[in-house]
Nanobody, 122 residues
Framework: VQLQASGGGLVQAGDSLRLSCAGSGRTFSIYRMAWFRQAPGKERDFVAAIARSATRVHYADSVKGRFTISRDDARNTVYLQMNSLRPEDTAVYYC????????????????WGQGTLVTVSS
């Protein structure tokens, strides 16, 4: 599957932004999907994950209550709604698909999008 992330941009602290990740292929709906982010000079960190049929969602503690992951399998798209953005949310955001094992680890995913930059100014 190929993934294309979009929706990043420059916003102010407290603003909202919605990221999208469009996937190709008929098997999109069977994959667990996730968002990760990577700030300059730092490792790629888990943000949120959503299971097949959206039966379960998981969030990093740092984004709980502010971010919401969702999916629309009819559109082969997963979303990340980000509210109350903070400067520390600044990073390149990546979508990922098809995890095997620990869903919080990047190495568990087989497919990645190219990343979209989110910059939050104070």
């Amino acid at each position: 599957v190929q993934l294309q992330a979009s929706g990043g941009g420059l916003v102010q602290a407290g603003d909202s932004l919605r990221l999208s990740c469009a996937g190709s292929g008929r098997t999109f709906s069977i994959y667990r999907m996730a968002w990760f982010r990577q700030a300059p000079g730092k490792e790629r960190d888990f943000v949120a994950a959503i299971a097949r049929s959206a039966t379960r969602v998981h969030y990093a503690d740092s984004v709980k209550g502010r971010f919401t992951i969702s999916r629309d399998d009819a559109r082969n798209t997963v979303y990340l709604q980000m509210n109350s953005l903070r400067p520390e949310d600044t990073a390149v955001y990546y979508c990922a698909a098809d995890s095997r094992g620990d869903y919080t680890l990047p190495r568990s995913y087989n497919y990645w999008g190219q990343g979209t930059l989110v910059t939050v100014s104070s």
